[in-house]
């Protein structure tokens, strides 16, 4: 069983148990996330696609730590007029793990 969701314009793929990182909201760990725009839903009797959405499909999330993702590195240069600028940027993310998927 998994279900097809919208987050923050991507599409994500997610089954139960499976631990994923969306986009940053600031929430206590332990806390319920509701995605409720379900792209399809697929089971034991076949896929079933919304047009965009399924109506009344939703997904349950738990909150289980806010991270950080990887480094970006970001390099300004311009040649022979000796101007370097460097600088950093880490994203925050929520990692949260699917409890339940609910079809419509």
Same mark, same amino acid.
């Given at each position: 069983m998994y279900a097809i969701i919208e987050d923050g314009n991507r599409q994500l793929r997610v089954e *139960?148990? +499976?631990e994923l990182? =969306?986009?940053y909201r600031d929430l206590p760990a332990g806390e319920q996330i509701v995605f409720d725009r379900v792209l399809a839903y697929r089971d034991? +009797?076949?896929l079933k696609l919304g047009? *965009?959405?399924l109506s009344g499909a939703s997904v349950t999330a738990e909150v =289980?730590? !806010?991270v950080r993702g990887e480094k /970006? !590195? $970001?390099q300004k240069f311009r040649r022979r007029k000796g101007y370097r600028r460097k600088t950093g940027h880490? +994203? /925050?993310f929520t990692r949260v793990? $699917?409890?339940n998927i609910s079809p419509a």
């Open positions: *139960p148990e +499976q990182e =969306v986009d034991d +009797q076949g047009r *965009p959405t =289980v730590s !806010v /970006l !590195v $970001i880490r +994203q /925050l793990k $699917i409890t």
